[in-house]
């Protein structure tokens, strides 16, 4: 009975183990959910683009007009700021003695002034008057002498001699009156407005030089140049600061009340732009939050695209145009300088090229 | 009448037994090497198979099979993300990158970058750690067969240890830290599968102009998807094919430019010709044999009708039990392929196939012998 | 459907002929036969080999047709019946005992004897019951279950005439019964023949030529070249042997 059945038995037991090898075999693939669902557009047809945030007034790279190290960094990435807040300041203490030894130079200078402003010294004008009194009394004294000598009038008992040193006398005794008159003319006249010219200007010279070496140190601390937050501080304490452009900003601010979105269009889609269309970005990695844009302008030259290999050699051939959209940035918890996907509103008809 | 059919068949050992190793022969050798044959075409298309979730999947319009990359501008993303019906697309790096080992042995792997935020198209069956644990720093994904096979680490005394969580790769000079170890699909060339994140792929990947190599699209609900990779395809100039579509475009590159389907299509030709000639010789000898108990039964009455069910059913027996034997050994395979490198895939069809190629092989098995019997004259039965 | 055969007669032969047709040559069989078989009689056809006795009873059985004249079976004409029908006469009517007892070496003595009721439809186990009471009535009754092989030459014959029993045919034809078997055996299967297989409603024609059984017919036909050239009882035909 067993030999019979074994052959029927073990052709059962090998289909219906088949028949299993067949169902393990096609149980479906499990999918991955995404993580997060790719984001979607809202509108029936539209052009994609990837949107970068930046502020509204574009993102400010602070500079420093001069060059050194860094003495203080006042703010944090973060802050917020309101114009002509100290950001950062650059070692001042050689523009700190320029503005003192210029400080000094304009005092000195217009102590000069003062000097010329104050004569004549009073103490002075006693001396003159009593040398004036003197020479006048020399004076008076000559000219009694010789007015009695003249009268004598015999030349025998006047010698001529005599009565021409009396007369010479007499009138060295007034110019001598006359010059201490002039010399106590001269002192009560005070300064001569030539020097106090040269003077004033001496002054005005130094205290522009004292100003300038006061802009040079106010120049060492940057300040913002608008209301806004500081979006990135890139510069620390000790850190050598250079002027000009700078690959990496010292320190970059932003409005960012209202934030702007930077939309690469595909130079193959930017036919279908029509300016002002409404469009949507979404937030990468939860495409439920996302924000209608307020369309803000088109940047009329398109660019290259940015390339993610970031190879300076490589050859760049695809071009994107630019257009910006602004949006309220308390509503989404984005940031600056944050890839979004933004769809903009196309029309319908558009979406085949017309050949 | 059946019975005694059956008791005539079994009765006669040797020849039961041959015919039944013949019949099980054939349709072993058919099931076995079809199903080599098909679970090595399954591989070629298995990384489509293992991201069910895009429905189109857009390309160069030069490429022919899913190995074959040619790769896009990034902005071509952007270009397929504002087709009418589409719902999402999202970029996929695949590429072939230098993998260096802790014992410095280079070996080929097949990276896989997976757009950053959604992941999509990532592997759905992870054995250790998570798919959101691709979004660490570094952080990679490595198939369990090439964790455990050629990734695996050399320890000093030679004996391998398998990659795990937290072990470090080199990829083109780049660190990796392993996050995951996942069962993928085996690939046709079966090198190792690396998963990450498409901007880390770019960074692993040798510097080019071009690296986007497929853009994965689901379509809006109630958008009918051939419509769509239509639309993707006159809107963008790129080659947009349905999953179904790919997985064919791939086994057809594979069928017309290999060897392969050549060299099992003559395995399975060879079979089915051995197994025919087989039984049908048996089975024949077997009538020949019976053929005066059969002139017996013709001069005591039995129409032909009774004996064309007799010979039918024994054919039937025969069929079925070599049959269910050659699929049941056949189908051991599978454990095998569970372990080993061997690909293997037993689908419902093949298991028709090979049915019938069994049946053919019975009936022509049945035939000569119906015809035997049915031209024999009873009056032989007086001949001694 | 002939009328006038008495209703006594079983098998009513009058002219039949029989002639084989190969590529290269005609050969006749049977010349023209004139024979009656009656119900309840034992009738052995005898004669050298070649002379026609296979092909006339090949003919009565309605294996083969015959080319002229009238053969008709319990008054049937087997000849323009419609093959289907002819195989299903057969297989109610006529019993067979082969030269070779073609008993079918997979299946037991039992199995072997059941055959004919299955062939006629009857359910397994039931015909199977049928011909263990055969087999019971031929001396069998313990050996159900032995495959032919196991069984001696004359048991295996006893099977072969339980065979041809167990339908209760009208008509049961034997061939050389006895050929393959010793003389005592024969003899014992002879008597069997005469025991349980000779009946009222049944004729019995058996094809021999061993002269040790002739003592069992009732009557003996002897052919020779087609022809039947002569007609006796056993007794008679004992008693002439000689001259014969």
Redesign the interface.
């Known amino acids: 009975m067993i030999r019979k059945y074994l052959l029927p038995f073990l052709a059962l037991l090998g289909f219906l183990h088949a028949v299993r090898v067949v169902f393990a075999g096609s149980q479906p693939v499990v999918a991955s959910q995404p993580i997060a669902n790719p984001s979607q557009s809202p509108y029936p047809s539209a052009i994609a683009g990837a949107g970068i945030v930046e502020s509204s007034s574009e993102n400010i790279s602070i500079g420093t007009m001069i060059p050194g190290v860094v003495a203080a960094v006042n703010v944090v990435a973060g802050q917020r700021v309101t114009k002509g807040d100290a950001l950062f300041s650059i070692d001042s203490r050689e523009a700190q003695a320029e503005v003192e030894a210029k400080q000094a130079a304009l005092s000195a200078a217009e102590a000069r002034l003062a000097k010329l402003r104050a004569m004549p010294r009073a103490e002075d004008i006693p001396v003159s008057e009593a040398r004036v009194r003197e020479a006048e009394a020399n004076l008076a004294d000559a000219q009694h002498q010789y007015e009695r000598w003249q009268q004598v009038a015999d030349a025998r008992a006047v010698s001529a001699d005599e009565l021409s040193r009396k007369k010479y006398a007499l009138q060295m005794a007034t110019a001598k009156a006359e010059a201490a008159k002039a010399e106590l003319a001269l002192l009560k006249a005070g300064a001569w407005k030539q020097d106090l010219l040269v003077a004033e200007a001496d002054a005005a010279t130094a205290k522009a030089a004292a100003e300038a070496a006061r802009v040079t140190l106010d120049r060492h601390t940057v300040r913002a140049p608008i209301d806004g937050e500081v979006l990135q501080v890139k510069v620390r304490v000790g850190e050598f600061a250079q002027t000009g452009t700078l690959i990496q900003p010292l320190i970059v601010l932003g409005k960012v009340d209202t934030m702007h979105v930077r939309v690469d269009i595909d130079e193959n889609d930017a036919w279908r732009l029509t300016p002002g269309s409404p469009a949507v970005a979404n937030v990468r990695g939860n495409p439920k939050l996302s924000t209608e844009l307020t369309y803000v302008r088109i940047e009329p030259l398109v660019v290259p695209k940015r390339s993610l290999t970031g190879d300076s050699t490589e050859r760049v051939d695809t071009r994107v145009l630019q257009i910006l959209y602004s949006f309220d940035s308390s509503k989404l918890p984005v940031y600056t300088g944050q890839l979004m996907d933004v769809f903009i509103k196309a029309n319908p008809g558009q979406t085949e090229p017309k050949n | 009448m059946i019975r005694i059919a059956l008791k005539m068949l079994v009765g006669d050992r040797p020849k039961y037994i041959g015919m039944i190793l013949g019949v099980m022969f054939s349709s072993f050798v058919i099931t076995q090497q079809s199903s080599i044959f098909t679970g090595i075409m399954t591989r070629t298309f298995g990384f489509i198979n293992d991201s069910p979730l895009p429905d189109v999947w857009v390309m160069d319009p030069k490429v022919q099979y899913i190995d074959d990359i040619k790769p896009l501008q990034d902005t071509q993303l952007l270009r397929v993300r504002g087709v009418d019906g589409v719902e999402w697309a999202t970029p996929l790096y695949k590429g072939l990158l230098k993998a260096r080992l802790s014992n410095g042995v280079f070996q080929n792997c097949n990276v896989i970058g997976l757009d950053d935020a959604s992941l999509v198209g990532g592997p759905g069956n992870m054995i250790k750690g998570k798919l959101e644990d691709l979004r660490r720093a570094d952080g990679v994904i490595v198939d369990i067969v090439g964790a455990q096979g050629r990734l695996a680490k050399i320890l000093p005394d030679g004996s391998r240890q398998t990659l795990d969580i937290g072990d470090t790769l080199e990829l083109n000079d780049r660190r990796a830290i392993v996050v995951g170890i996942a069962s993928i699909s085996r690939t046709f060339q079966s090198q190792p599968v690396i998963y990450t994140t498409y901007s880390r792929a770019m960074n692993f990947a040798p510097r080019e102009r071009k690296l986007l190599s497929f853009v994965l699209v689901k379509a809006k609900p109630g958008v009918a998807i051939s419509d769509l990779a239509r639309n993707i395809q006159s809107q963008t100039g790129l080659k947009a094919v349905t999953a179904e579509e790919f997985k064919h475009m791939t086994v057809m590159y594979f069928l017309k430019y290999t060897g392969i389907p050549i060299n099992f299509g003559i395995g399975v030709l060879l079979g089915f010709l051995v197994g025919t000639a087989i039984v049908g010789q048996i089975f024949h000898n077997f009538t020949l044999d019976n053929l005066r108990y059969f002139g017996a039964l013709k001069a005591m009455g039995a129409s032909n009708g009774t004996l064309l069910r007799m010979i039918i059913v024994q054919a039937i027996v025969v069929g079925l039990i070599g049959y269910g034997i050659g699929v049941g050994a056949a189908s051991m395979f599978y454990h095998v392929s569970k372990k080993s490198e061997l690909a293997f895939r037993m689908p419902a069809e093949l298991l028709i196939v090979s049915a019938t190629a069994v049946t053919v092989i019975c009936v022509i098995a049945a035939i000569f012998s119906i015809r035997k019997v049915f031209k024999l004259e009873p009056a032989i039965v007086f001949k001694s | 459907m002939t009328t006038g055969v008495p209703s006594n007669i079983a098998v009513h032969c009058a002219g039949v002929t029989k002639t084989y047709t190969t590529e290269t040559t005609t050969v006749p069989a049977l010349r023209g036969i004139d024979i009656d078989v009656k119900f309840g009689e034992l009738l052995m056809l005898v004669g050298p080999s070649g002379c026609g006795k296979?092909t006339l009873?090949?003919v009565i059985?309605g294996?083969?047709d015959h080319d002229s004249g009238e053969c008709l079976v319990f008054n049937r004409d087997l000849k323009h019946m419609p093959d289907?029908d002819r195989?299903?006469?057969?297989?109610?009517n006529?019993g067979?005992v082969?030269?070779?007892y073609?008993l079918?070496?997979?299946?037991t003595a039992q199995?072997n004897v059941a055959?004919?009721l299955?062939?006629?439809g009857v359910v397994?186990d039931e015909a199977l019951k049928k011909a263990a009471e055969v087999l019971q009535r031929v001396g069998l009754g313990e050996r159900l279950t032995s495959l032919p092989s196991e069984l001696s030459g004359g048991q295996q014959q006893r099977v072969a005439i339980a065979r041809a029993l167990v339908h209760e045919p009208k008509l049961i034809v034997c061939?050389?019964p006895t050929?393959a078997l010793d003389h005592d055996t024969g003899q014992k299967i002879m008597g069997l023949f005469r025991e349980v297989a000779i009946g009222e409603n049944r004729a019995l024609i058996i094809v021999t030529h061993d002269s040790r059984i002739f003592p069992f017919a009732d009557r003996i036909a002897k052919l020779d070249d087609g022809k039947i050239i002569a007609v006796a009882t056993a007794k008679e035909f004992l008693n002439g042997n000689q001259h014969l």
């Open positions: 296979t009873i090949s059985a294996i083969l289907k195989t299903k006469f057969r297989g109610e006529i067979f082969f030269q070779a073609n079918i070496h997979t299946l199995e055959i004919p299955l062939i006629r397994f061939d050389e050929a």
